[in-house]
């Protein structure tokens, strides 16, 4: 009993470990027509041989959903598009448009059941007039400011990038939100998720244990058996 409740409480903290960081999503703004770079805040991306896949949408239980683009440090297994390139784990999109705005996932694919790990990251596609317009009323507000305000839960900065082969582009490219946004995303597919992992952790053993009980019963039950004939033996003797 005592180990049961042992694995009910770690599985408790596993599951609430596992909920609060699965719905943290990076919002990342880029420019219409240069090249946006998407994060894959994952430890687990950088390792060797491991699989990391970037889909579209909300990431799925089991498989990477709706995949652009599916590759290891070594090579690009699936691309679905030029534009598409991945460096260190993070994906790059070419000549970004408002079409590409929406939610992306990354998805680094390990060994095991319900072992892979995902973050969800929002891309904000801009025209470039808004840049404009933008920077002009930051520069206003910065001289009529006398000292900085922390008023915003998050700041936003400009990227510059300069890369060479497919990716060759200057100038202020991503503007990332740096702070992570806390949304409950996927909600259903969490909680299944949730379920199924509780189960192995607890039900599992449970059943293993019952089996165990049940052996040791019949061993015990056979054994009394012997000795009260042994005894009966003895006596008619």
Known sequence: MLLLLQLCFTSVYVLTVHVAAAVTT??????AGRTVTLPCRLEAANRRGVEVCWGRGEPSLFTCHNAVISATQEKISYKRSNRYSVSSSSLNILNSGPADSGFYHCRVQLPGLFNDQTSTVHLIIISPRSVASS????NQDTENQSSPHATASYSIRDQTQDRGSDVSTTGPVVAQVQSPVQQQVNSLQLFIGNTLRLSF???IPVLLLSAAHRVWTKQRSDTDRTMDQSEEENSSV
């Open 201 to 203: 952790i607890i039900f």
């Open 135 to 138: 920077s002009e009323e930051s």
């Open 26 to 31: 990076e919002a990342v703004v880029g420019v």
